[in-house]
């Protein structure tokens, strides 16, 4: 199972968008709509920011959303603040209990 | 609270086998299956295993295929990782992370982590 493909680093001043791609097959994001994003500070364990494409758990910010269109995924952060700087990764699952992480996005924070 | 905490650090030589512990507390540990994700030094997060908690039945990245065994003691609501024949890049913070249940696919609650270091 090859990882998903995501942008090395994002960037943006705080106060705007950024949108980090996920980008799949047709045997993972294509196909389910199990899509999750994690949120990992130095040092820290990943935390969930999105699950199921689209959804928040509680106490994730709504600045924080998710969509999917086909095989790629995208996690969008607006009104970007200092602590949101951090590495995001994105998770699908893949079938017959198995799941797939990208390969990270370094997001900073300008 | 849900809370899973993780085994210390290990030194480990090449070759040997290194075993990984997770205990969890403040939920029913049988109603959540359980994931192992490893973290090798400034690389991506690698998904490597995940076990049904109530029936032990397993599923590995093929990556790992016959190096891998994740096992779980439901008396002592604490699951376990495995791994043998250790290579240099097998260094790396290995996680535990709850799946979420009821079918949503994804790890919503993670251990803190347990360092392996590979040296000769």
């Known amino acids: 199972q090859s990882a998903l493909t995501q942008p090395p680093s994002a960037s943006g001043s705080p106060g705007q968008s950024v949108t980090i791609s996920c980008t799949g097959t047709?045997?993972?994001?294509?196909?389910?709509?199990?899509v999750s994003w994690y949120q990992q500070h130095p040092g820290k364990a990943p935390k969930v920011m999105i699950y199921?494409?689209?959804k928040r758990p509680s106490g994730v910010p709504d600045r924080f959303s998710g969509s999917k269109s086909g095989n790629t995924a995208s996690l969008t952060v607006s009104g970007l603040q200092a602590e949101d700087e951090a590495d995001y990764y994105c998770?699908?699952?893949?079938?017959?209990?198995?799941?797939?992480f990208g390969g990270g996005t370094k997001l900073t924070v300008l | 609270q849900v809370q899973l905490v993780q085994s210390g650090a290990e030194v480990k030589q090449p070759g040997a086998s290194v075993k990984v512990s997770c205990k969890a507390s403040?939920?029913?540990?049988?109603?959540?299956?359980m994931h192992w994700v490893r973290q090798a030094p400034g690389q991506r997060l690698e998904w490597m295993a995940w076990?049904?908690?109530?029936?032990?039945?397993?599923k590995y990245s093929q990556k790992f295929l016959g190096r891998l065994t994740t096992t779980r003691d439901t008396s002592a609501s604490t699951a376990y990782m495995e791994l043998s024949s250790l290579r240099l890049e097998d260094t790396a913070v290995y996680y535990c992370?709850?799946?979420?249940?009821?079918?949503?696919?994804?790890?919503?609650?993670w251990g803190q982590g347990t360092l392996v270091a590979v040296s000769s």
């Open positions: 076990i049904n908690i109530g029936s032990g039945n397993t």
């Open positions: 403040g939920y029913t540990f049988s109603d959540h299956h």
């Open positions: 047709s045997s993972d994001v294509g196909a389910y709509n199990y």
């Open positions: 199921e494409v689209s």
């Open positions: 992370a709850r799946d979420s249940g009821y079918l949503r696919y994804y790890l919503d609650d």
């Open positions: 998770n699908s699952y893949a079938g017959s209990n198995s799941w797939v």
